[in-house]
């Protein structure tokens, strides 16, 4: 996955870069910051890149993040929580059918799943890499620019027409 950002500092061989947050981020928090779940509520983040094309703080550049990580974290804030509650509840509910133990039980599998999130938290940490230079004018590197809108098609229809 690549995403666009700005080097703000240079820490050694590495550099922070302030990335915009996009849809996947909601409105306070974006999994694939630095943490996974504490943010500060604007629309950025900052991570930590390995800088191999040695850019300088305020160049615009290319940040790159596997896939399979951005997979993993995604299953761990999403998919997980919900897996681990729903599968305790349908357990309880087919030993017992005492309401209190089963809404207990549910309580606390909600419970671990904060802790567990926190644990990993500090165990995954997402290596990113700078892949290369972004121009303010170029986006050659995006990822969706071979891709075309509802509303370029539109434009070029009716440039068409004018021609005509």
């Not at 550099?15 to 604007?42: F, I, N, Y």
């Not at 897996?83 to 349908?90: A, N, R």
């Not at 809108?149 to 009716?158: A, I, L, R």
Request: net charge negative; aromatic share 6%; hydrophobic share 40%.
């Amino acid at each position: 996955m690549l995403k666009p950002g700005k080097v703000e500092e240079i820490e050694g061989e590495k550099a922070w870069v302030r990335m915009q947050k996009g849809t996947s981020c909601g409105e306070h928090h974006c999994p694939l910051s630095s943490t996974l779940l504490d943010d500060s509520g604007t629309d950025f983040y900052k991570v930590l890149a390995k800088n191999e094309i040695s850019a300088s703080i305020g160049s615009s550049v290319m940040v790159e993040v596997k896939d399979a990580l951005a997979l993993k974290i995604s299953f761990l804030i999403y998919l997980m929580p919900i897996l681990l509650v729903l599968g305790t509840y349908l357990i309880i509910k087919a030993l017992t059918s005492q309401v209190i133990l089963i809404g207990t039980t549910t309580i606390f599998s909600m419970i671990i799943s904060i802790i567990l999130l926190k644990k990993a938290d500090k165990l995954i940490q997402p290596e990113y890499l700078i892949t290369g230079y972004l121009q303010d004018d170029d986006c050659s590197q995006c990822p969706f620019k071979g891709k075309k809108s509802k509303e370029d098609e539109g434009d070029f229809q009716n440039k068409n027409r004018i021609n005509e």
